[in-house]
């Protein structure tokens, strides 16, 4: 194994501890069952509209800056191949 693969993986592994240290920091004291009849009584479709409206101008983004660097159009790779 690489210096280079090691250091990676070392910094993947403690972003995720460390993710894990702060969401347990932040939820310690939620009472899980009102959070969960709070989930519950959430109305979907607004929440749904925006996740489509963000991952839409993030599409657009993505081709306006295309067209401005005239950058060419990339091969299609497979997610876990893009993030190895």
């Known amino acids: 194994m690489s210096i280079r693969n090691w ?6 592994g ?9 969401l347990w920091l932040s939820l310690r004291q939620v009472d899980g069952k009102s ?6 009584t959430i109305n979907y479709s ?6 489509g409206t963000l991952l839409l ?3 657009l983004q ?6 401005f ?3 060419p159009t990339l091969e ?5 191949k893009t993030f190895a």
């Open 14 to 22: 403690i972003g995720f501890v460390l993710s894990a240290i702060f």
């Open 46 to 51: 607004p929440v749904l509209l925006c996740a």
């Open 62 to 67: 993505t081709v306006r800056w295309r067209v």
């Open 76 to 80: 299609y790779h497979s997610l876990p």
């Open 57 to 59: 101008g993030i599409m």
């Open 69 to 71: 660097t005239d950058f």
């Open 7 to 12: 250091r990676h993986q070392a910094v993947v």
């Open 35 to 40: 959070l969960g009849d709070a989930f519950a």
